[in-house]
Nanobody, 123 residues
Framework: QVHLRDGGGSVQNGGSLTLSCKYT???????FAWFRQAPGKEREMVAA???????RYDDSVRGRFRINKDTAAEVLYLWMSSLKPEDPALYYC???????????????????WGQGTQVTVSS
């Protein structure tokens, strides 16, 4: 059994926040992603990473967000900066074990999910 645990928080408009997702050693060779879901909207990919750590970003966050993982610590990160009023949402980390997985933006391509963490941006 696998577990993904997210960590979120609150930040002021224009501020920075780092999300972390603790995974087990078994995930080190997986593809990873961060998705978000705002009320009334579909879950959307903000950042993804293939097994070679090649990232992919949604246009809305490119240049502001960065995905990476600490293999030794078994933690997936999402560094977020210049946060905007449109960024608040429930953020989810996701992992996929398929040998041919990639930095997919499709929720159906990920088998394991964190429980979600709320990001709030205050003015």
């Amino acid at each position: 059994q696998v577990h993904l645990r997210d960590g979120g928080g609150s930040v002021q408009n224009g501020g920075s926040l780092t999300l972390s997702c603790k995974y087990t050693y078994a995930y080190n060779d997986y593809c990873f992603a961060w998705f978000r879901q705002a009320p009334g909207k579909e879950r959307e990919m903000v950042a993804a990473m293939d097994k070679g750590r090649n990232p992919r970003y949604d246009d809305s966050v490119r240049g502001r967000f960065r995905i990476n993982k600490d293999t030794a610590a078994e933690v997936l990160y999402l560094w977020m900066s210049s946060l905007k009023p449109e960024d608040p949402a429930l953020y989810y980390c996701a992992a996929e074990p398929r040998h041919n997985c990639g930095a997919s933006g499709d929720t159906r391509d990920y088998q394991f999910w964190g429980q979600g963490t709320q990001v709030t941006v205050s003015s």
